[in-house]
């Protein structure tokens, strides 16, 4: 979204983005349970890219059969899911750091409402993956900018996983999970409304975000040419 979007496009993201900050402040949702959800999305968010470009780049022989299809489609899933997994682990072990070192899995996972909202963060992923599925078959991954969606999404979470390693959790103590939701929330906002210059301040987001001038928001070559001609 640009930085010049228009105040009722800045509303609507904005209230998107606290609706879960909202619920834990005003009807008793878990903190936990919301923060979980974040790294799912983001993590099934990865694994649909993955996926998507893996299918891209090595797409299933379609001549054999639908069987074979299947089966093409399935390793190209079962890839993007493996790829995830690989990813989750280190990225994964901060949570426990973002929590105050409050992280009791049999209870997570006996939390009916933690339960619903993975599995609905699984059947969004999958409606993903489909929408990505018919958008690549008219267009490259370039032309989607899946590399910077990639850099979006996953730099997003960095950057809590880089406040995490500074205590912070720790010293917020039973309230770390709720301070790491707000923070959430608001590197959220800022990727959605500003993504250039969210880029640019997290490291190793630079190379993703385009070029554009600041100030009349025209490529620098394109100014150049712009300006030969009221010159000329």
Request: net charge positive; proline share 5%; charged share 15%.
């Amino acid at each position: 979204m640009s930085t010049q979007a228009a105040p009722l496009a800045i509303a609507q993201v904005v209230a998107r983005n606290i609706v879960p900050l909202a619920g834990i402040l005003f009807l008793g949702w878990p903190a936990s349970n919301v923060l979980i959800v974040y790294f799912a999305d983001t993590m099934l968010t990865l694994g649909v890219i993955f996926a998507g470009v893996l299918r891209k780049f090595a797409p299933p022989i379609e001549d054999d059969g639908w069987a074979a299809r299947v089966n093409g489609e399935a390793g190209m899933v079962g890839g993007g899911v493996f790829l995830m997994v690989v990813v989750a682990v280190p990225l994964g072990l901060p949570v426990l750091f973002m929590m105050g070192g409050d992280l009791s899995a049999r209870e997570l996972l006996a939390d009916h409402s933690l339960r619903a909202g993975l599995a609905w963060q699984c059947i969004a992923a999958s409606w993903s993956y489909f929408e990505l599925y018919r958008a690549l078959r008219f267009a490259t991954p370039e032309q989607l900018q899946l590399k910077r969606r990639f850099a979006l999404v996953l730099l997003r979470w960095m950057a809590l996983v880089m406040v995490a390693y500074l205590g912070v959790g720790f010293f917020a103590g039973p309230f770390a999970a709720l301070v790491f939701v707000a923070i959430y929330v608001g590197v959220s906002i800022w990727a959605e409304l500003a993504p250039d210059r969210f880029l640019r301040a997290i490291p190793g987001g630079a190379g993703n975000a385009m070029t554009m001038t600041v100030d009349s928001g025209v490529a620098p070559g394109n100014r150049k040419r712009g300006d030969r001609r009221r010159r000329g």
